[in-house]
């Protein structure tokens, strides 16, 4: 309601039964009713309060023309509080508004010390005349709370309910117990994968892609708890990425936007009711305005700026708005990001390997079946997702704490300086992996201050999960250049230089290609043509001899990681919960669940607890080569270290058995001579062997059936 | 009684080359598990490389053997191959290739009998 109106019908006595006092009133007249709400608008401090759409206005003082009021708008589950200065009918606020679970009229030191700091700076008036005022109001609303809150019609109601924490409010304790556990689980992110993959035919669902989801959920986590982040899901057309960003985002709250014009965010006015704008497809171009790379976490918000005419100058004039960090989503199929958004950007490659596709094609292909357990009530398609939805409400913002942060900073290439904004981004992973297993973290007060320790288990998270995603982020590298980088630096080492007939040799590939990769190292100033190299070795010809240039050191995250000694981590988080969280009786755990592919379950992925101390850990990390995965076909290769781990027993063959050798597939006949080789064998080296000329699965199922009939154990 | 022929089997013996290797290998002398080795990668390469409509030269068993036990020389495979064939576990037919006979796997079967006794004599 217009306040003119309010102010004009209240000038005067504010008691409401004048017009049935007055005799000589008119009843006929149905000006003679007034609206009822009015009659029990209240005064504060000799003003009438202000009703607004949502909420209420307060009069607080009066100094040098400016009137002070508070301001308190109802939104769904949350309350909005504000100051406001108001000169003759120019209204200003003067900081931005502090969000809080319940009104004024309930106590919370410390938003109202945040609201004293406020006034007291901007205007000069005492801080104990503000608590004081304060106490007051809250009193005063506590009064008549009823009486200046406008009912809520029913569609307000219908969203409302939809907010998260009205919903979780809502919840009888039952259910906010049974979701507790489910955040209580040490396979949570098993638990995340099945909600992805237990989906209706309808909704889309995640079937693999093991890296990318936990990565973008671990960031939707974030955005909700106050760490804001820029994903691109990146990867050709068609493949799945609007997928996983649809299903992943679904979970969280969302917004989406069809592009990230000035005015699409500016006139976006339920900023405070989500976490992350998910933005469906940006082009190549659109990565180069502005807006995008101001958005970066490191930046600290967005500012929208739009052209208004000022209807008394008639002159055009800018506006300027600032809008809350938010974490962004969004898909892009541009092969080349520019590199001032990439670096601040987490890139996450969308997985396009053969078996990925076959994963998906088998799921696609069981939709009647899928509908039939659906018709039939034999799967609850969706109650994980859902339920994961509700439970992730549970989860609330503390200060992460890294105890082993030291240890971190040998892992990271001095000599690059996008290593600064990488070596953000691994703190990010581990405090919203921290976030996310809040409930199995320690957990306790410095100094009033809620904070929760990030366990070792988060590094594992952030490495495992997070490292080919940081890794494709930082160098833009793929695989083959990976693989190469190495290799050339020890010809260079051996020899002294390297020419591209050399490197095809010890690559056992083209010549061209040798030369690509050569040309690649070479315009992003790894290593240089030296001309006086060439001379002092006599080498002939048009051939490039090429030096390492002392400039640019590549070194792989993922292969500095091996050399992180896990059970130091460990200690050291214990150390400091020794050291810091007084009277803790927290246990760190030993045991990470990793994930590794198996094609015997469902949603083809499992996640095995595996200890800290147990060889099999160690395997994952003390492998000379770390496969790593950009946008390519590595995703297999990545979870193949670990994958086998469980069952790294020698194989060998079972003496005795009498086997038909000729009536055996070719793949058992392989296995076989992998096994008459004189070195002991285990899975993992056998399928290391084969997986160039076999489909992985096949190897696993084989050697599983072979060991069945007891030809190997 | 005269020894019954089928005409198939004359055939591909006619055929069969039965050159002397160059090199010949003492086979008797041969450790057992290296036989097997050789025999295993000898089927697999045969097995992996047959085309039902190309014959397979001897050269892409050499090649394919010498790949799969871990880029050994090819000249070394070649001895091994040529004593195979000396020793009728493959035969090569001018025109068909390389094909493998049944001794080879009932070698194998032995071979592996004999790899048991040895280990429980042990």
């Known amino acids: 309601m217009p306040e003119e109106n309010i102010e004009g019908i209240l000038e005067g006595d504010p008691n409401n039964k004048w017009p049935s006092g007055d005799e000589n009133f008119d009843k006929e007249n149905p000006m003679a009713m007034l609206p009822k709400r009015l009659d029990v608008i209240p005064f504060f401090r000799n003003k009438p309060v202000k009703i607004l759409q949502d909420g209420f206005s307060v009069f607080f003082r009066e100094i040098n023309g400016l009137e002070y009021w508070i301001t308190e708008k109802k939104l769904p589950g949350s309350y909005m509080v504000q100051w406001l200065e108001i000169e003759g009918s120019k209204k200003a606020r003067f900081h931005r508004k502090l969000t809080n679970k319940n009104g004024l009229d309930v106590d919370n030191n410390k938003r109202d010390q945040k609201l004293v700091k406020y006034l007291h700076e901007h205007s000069g008036i005492s801080r104990e005349e503000i608590n004081y005022f304060l106490e007051d109001v809250g009193v005063f609303i506590g009064d008549h709370r009823n009486d200046i809150l406008p009912k809520k019609d029913l569609e307000n109601e219908k969203e409302s309910a939809k907010t998260q924490e009205n919903e979780i409010n809502g919840l009888p304790e039952k259910r906010k117990n049974e979701l507790k556990k489910i955040l209580e689980r040490p396979d949570l992110l098993s638990y995340i994968d099945r909600a992805f993959y237990e989906r209706s035919t309808s909704s889309g669902?995640?079937?693999?892609?093991?890296?990318?989801?936990?990565?973008?959920?671990?960031?939707?986590?974030?955005?909700?708890?106050?760490?804001?982040?820029?994903?691109?899901?990146?990867?050709?057309?068609?493949?799945?990425?609007?997928?996983?960003?649809?299903?992943?985002?679904?979970?969280?709250?969302?917004?989406?936007?069809?592009?990230?014009?000035?005015?699409?965010?500016?006139?976006?006015?339920?900023?405070?009711?989500?976490?992350?704008?998910?933005?469906?497809?940006?082009?190549?171009?659109?990565?180069?305005?502005?807006?995008?790379?101001?958005?970066?976490?490191?930046?600290?918000?967005?500012?929208?700026?739009?052209?208004?005419?000022?209807?008394?100058?008639?002159?055009?004039?800018?506006?300027?708005?600032?809008?809350?960090?938010?974490?962004?989503?969004?898909?892009?199929?541009?092969?080349?990001?520019?590199?001032?958004?990439?670096?601040?950007?987490?890139?996450?490659?969308?997985?396009?390997?053969?078996?990925?596709?076959?994963?998906?094609?088998?799921?696609?292909?069981?939709?009647?079946?899928?509908?039939?357990?659906?018709?039939?009530?034999?799967?609850?398609?969706?109650?994980?997702?859902?339920?994961?939805?509700?439970?992730?409400?549970?989860?609330?913002?503390?200060?992460?704490?890294?105890?082993?942060?030291?240890?971190?900073?040998?892992?990271?290439?001095?000599?690059?300086?996008?290593?600064?904004?990488?070596?953000?981004?691994?703190?990010?992973?581990?405090?919203?992996?921290?976030?996310?297993?809040?409930?199995?973290?320690?957990?306790?007060?410095?100094?009033?201050?809620?904070?929760?320790?990030?366990?070792?288990?988060?590094?594992?998270?952030?490495?495992?999960?997070?490292?080919?995603?940081?890794?494709?982020?930082?160098?833009?590298?793929?695989?083959?250049?990976?693989?190469?980088?190495?290799?050339?630096?020890?010809?260079?080492?051996?020899?002294?230089?390297?020419?591209?007939?050399?490197?095809?040799?010890?690559?056992?590939?083209?010549?061209?290609?040798?030369?690509?990769?050569?040309?690649?190292?070479?315009?992003?100033?790894?290593?240089?043509?030296?001309?006086?190299?060439?001379?002092?070795?006599?080498?002939?010809?048009?051939?490039?001899?090429?030096?390492?240039?002392?400039?640019?050191?590549?070194?792989?995250?993922?292969?500095?990681?091996?050399?992180?000694?896990?059970?130091?981590?460990?200690?050291?988080?214990?150390?400091?919960?020794?050291?810091?969280?007084?009277?803790?009786?927290?246990?760190?755990?030993?045991?990470?669940?990793?994930?590794?592919?198996?094609?015997?379950?469902?949603?083809?992925?499992?996640?095995?607890?595996?200890?800290?101390?147990?060889?099999?850990?160690?395997?994952?990390?003390?492998?000379?080569?770390?496969?790593?995965?950009?946008?390519?076909?590595?995703?297999?290769?990545?979870?193949?270290?670990?994958?086998?781990?469980k069952n790294s027993k020698c194989i060998k063959t079972i003496p005795g058995v009498e086997i038909d050798y000729k009536n055996i597939t070719i793949l058992e006949k392989s296995i076989f001579t992998q096994l008459a080789d004189l070195k002991d064998h285990t899975r993992e080296s056998i399928v290391e062997e084969l997986k160039s000329r076999y489909n992985l699965d096949e190897i696993l199922l084989t050697l599983k059936d072979m060991s069945e009939r007891g030809w190997i154990k | 009684m005269d020894k019954i022929t089928t005409p198939h089997s004359l055939t591909l013996n006619n055929l069969t080359k039965h050159n002397k290797p160059a090199y010949i290998l003492d086979w008797l002398s041969i450790n057992i598990h290296l036989k097997k080795f050789l025999l295993l990668h000898l089927t697999e390469a045969i097995d992996e490389y047959s085309v039902p409509s190309m014959s397979l030269s001897k050269d892409t068993v050499v090649k394919a053997m010498s790949l799969n036990m871990g880029h050994i020389v090819k000249a070394q495979v070649e001895i091994f191959v040529d004593n195979l064939i000396y020793k009728g576990y493959i035969i090569e037919i001018p025109g068909h290739g390389i094909k493998i006979q049944d001794k080879a796997y009932s070698d194998l079967r032995k071979l592996d009998k004999l790899i048991y006794y040895q280990r429980m004599v042990k």
């Open chain 1, 205 to 645: 669902f995640i079937i693999g892609e093991v890296e990318s989801k936990h990565v973008l959920n671990f960031n939707c986590i974030g955005a909700r708890l106050g760490i804001s982040t820029i994903n691109t899901l990146k990867g050709e057309s068609s493949i799945g990425k609007t997928n996983t960003a649809n299903v992943v985002t679904g979970i969280h709250r969302t917004k989406k936007v069809g592009s990230l014009s000035d005015t699409a965010l500016k006139y976006s006015e339920d900023w405070n009711l989500i976490d992350i704008l998910y933005i469906q497809e940006t082009l190549e171009d659109e990565f180069k305005n502005k807006q995008a790379r101001l958005m970066s976490a490191d930046d600290g918000g967005f500012i929208a700026e739009t052209t208004i005419k000022n209807l008394k100058t008639g002159r055009f004039e800018i506006q300027k708005e600032t809008i809350p960090v938010k974490t962004i989503v969004t898909t892009t199929t541009a092969i080349e990001i520019d590199p001032e958004f990439s670096t601040r950007n987490f890139i996450i490659p969308v997985d396009d390997s053969e078996e990925q596709t076959k994963r998906i094609l088998r799921e696609n292909f069981k939709t009647t079946e899928k509908k039939l357990q659906e018709i039939r009530g034999e799967s609850l398609f969706d109650y994980k997702y859902e339920a994961l939805r509700q439970a992730f409400q549970l989860l609330k913002p503390y200060t992460v704490l890294i105890p082993y942060e030291k240890e971190l900073y040998e892992i990271f290439p001095t000599k690059n300086p996008r290593a600064r904004r990488d070596s953000k981004k691994l703190m990010q992973l581990i405090k919203e992996s921290a976030l996310l297993f809040q409930y199995q973290r320690c957990k306790g007060q410095i100094n009033g201050q809620d904070i929760l320790v990030a366990s070792w288990v988060d590094l594992g998270h952030a490495i495992i999960l997070g490292g080919p995603i940081l890794e494709a982020t930082l160098t833009g590298f793929d695989k083959r250049l990976i693989d190469a980088l190495p290799i050339v630096y020890e010809i260079i080492e051996d020899k002294g230089y390297v020419t591209s007939n050399e490197l095809q040799i010890e690559l056992g590939k083209s010549s061209k290609y040798a030369w690509q990769i050569l040309k690649f190292f070479a315009d992003n100033n790894y290593i240089y043509h030296d001309h006086a190299t060439k001379i002092k070795n006599s080498v002939k010809g048009r051939t490039k001899v090429f030096i390492k240039s002392g400039s640019k050191e590549y070194k792989s995250l993922l292969l500095a990681i091996r050399t992180i000694k896990w059970p130091r981590i460990k200690e050291k988080e214990e150390e400091f919960i020794k050291k810091q969280i007084l009277n803790s009786s927290y246990n760190v755990g030993d045991v990470i669940h990793l994930p590794h592919y198996e094609s015997r379950v469902v949603n083809k992925v499992v996640y095995t607890p595996t200890p800290i101390n147990s060889k099999e850990f160690r395997i994952y990390i003390t492998k000379e080569h770390m496969p790593f995965k950009n946008s390519n076909k590595n995703k297999e290769n990545l979870m193949g270290k670990s994958r086998y781990s």
